[in-house]
């Protein structure tokens, strides 16, 4: 059997069974469970939270960039499932000296696709995998045709305070942003820019997204901002929709559908 090499040129032996996983990045392990994999799962993050019976039933090891080794090394894993951007590369070399390491690197739907595709391969469950697949795709073009004549308004997407940090350029959340129809203000620029607010005067937004995560924007940021910004339109927006990828992604067109909708009855009001 040919070996399957992840997102990250890992080669992973599809011949093992694995039967004791550990995965730290909490839409991965959503995803294993909505491919039926919740009984191979020994190990998950504190930020693990869907679906939420899980932390109760399974040993929490840390966080995504804070792992508590001894509980980790105690579950014997087979493998471990990680992230290039939620995990550190210290954390991903020393899990490498015990086990095997998966590690997925997500910026589009493709690559989605992808990740669903190899976890189908090495769990054993391909037809799962590829059934939900089919599910997102079809989402997708769902909901493309409801966008179909939208005009994509100028959207800034804020992750974070003191400093103020906005989703740029190659991320998930700016494919996502398109996906569901926006137009990313900071495209152009790197990952996570730190900005300061007059930079959203200059960048002439319709939209001011902030996000419920990382950071946890709330309705007194809103109205924080809106004394900055009078004249553009501030939005709390659920951030596991634009940055969670996997199975997460079929309830994401779901939610862009219902929050288009309701700008637009806002806005008609």
Same mark, same amino acid.
């Given at each position: 059997?040919?070996?399957?090499?992840?997102?990250?040129?890992?080669?992973?032996?599809?011949?093992?069974?694995?039967?004791?996983?550990?995965?730290?990045?909490?839409?991965?392990?959503?995803?294993?469970?909505?491919?039926?994999?919740?009984?191979?799962?020994?190990?998950?993050?504190?930020?693990?939270?869907?679906?939420?019976?899980?932390?109760?039933?399974?040993? #929490?090891?840390?966080?995504?960039?804070?792992?508590?080794?001894?509980?980790?090394?105690?579950?014997?894993?087979?493998?471990?499932?990680?992230?290039?951007?939620?995990?550190?590369?210290?954390?991903?070399?020393?899990?490498?000296?015990?086990?095997? #390491?998966?590690?997925?690197?997500?910026?589009?739907?493709?690559?989605?696709?992808?990740?669903?595709?190899?976890?189908?391969?090495?769990?054993?469950?391909?037809?799962?995998?590829?059934?939900?697949?089919?599910?997102?795709?079809?989402?997708?073009?769902?909901?493309?045709?409801?966008?179909?004549?939208?005009?994509?308004?100028?959207?800034?997407?804020?992750?974070?305070?003191?400093?103020?940090?906005?989703?740029?350029?190659?991320?998930?959340?700016?494919?996502?942003?398109?996906?569901?129809?926006?137009?990313?203000?900071?495209?152009?620029?790197?990952?996570?820019?730190?900005?300061?607010?007059?930079?959203?005067?200059?960048?002439?937004?319709?939209?001011?997204?902030?996000?419920?995560?990382?950071?946890?924007?709330?309705?007194?940021?809103?109205?924080?901002?809106?004394? #900055?910004?009078?004249?553009?339109?501030?939005?709390?927006?659920?951030?596991?929709?634009?940055?969670?990828?996997?199975?997460?992604?079929?309830?994401?067109?779901?939610?862009?559908?219902?929050?288009?909708?309701?700008?637009?009855?806002?806005?008609?009001?």
């Amino acid at each position: 059997m040919i070996p399957l090499v992840d997102q990250l040129g890992r080669h992973i032996d599809t011949s093992r069974a694995f039967k004791r996983v550990v995965c730290l990045v909490p839409s991965q392990t959503e995803l294993l469970y909505d491919l039926g994999l919740e009984h191979l799962l020994v190990g998950i993050t504190k930020f693990c939270v869907h679906p939420n019976h899980l932390r109760s039933n399974i040993t #929490v090891v840390g966080g995504t960039k804070n792992v508590h080794w001894e509980t980790l090394k105690s579950l014997n894993p087979d493998i471990v499932l990680c992230n290039k951007e939620e995990n550190t590369q210290q954390i991903v070399e020393q899990l490498e000296d015990f086990t095997q #390491v998966h590690l997925a690197d997500i910026y589009n739907l493709d690559d989605c696709y992808e990740l669903i595709q190899q976890y189908g391969e090495i769990f054993k469950v391909a037809r799962k995998a590829e059934f939900l697949i089919q599910q997102i795709k079809k989402k997708a073009k769902e909901y493309n045709s409801f966008l179909s004549g939208e005009p994509r308004q100028k959207v800034a997407y804020m992750i974070w305070k003191k400093p103020w940090m906005l989703a740029g350029g190659d991320t998930f959340i700016n494919h996502m942003l398109e996906v569901a129809g926006y137009k990313n203000a900071f495209k152009n620029h790197s990952r996570y820019p730190e900005i300061e607010l007059s930079d959203l005067h200059t960048s002439k937004i319709d939209l001011l997204f902030l996000s419920s995560e990382p950071y946890p924007f709330k309705e007194k940021h809103k109205e924080e901002l809106a004394g #900055v910004f009078p004249g553009t339109e501030i939005v709390l927006v659920d951030g596991e929709f634009f940055s969670w990828y996997g199975s997460r992604v079929s309830l994401a067109l779901e939610y862009f559908k219902e929050l288009k909708l309701q700008l637009k009855t806002k806005k008609a009001d």
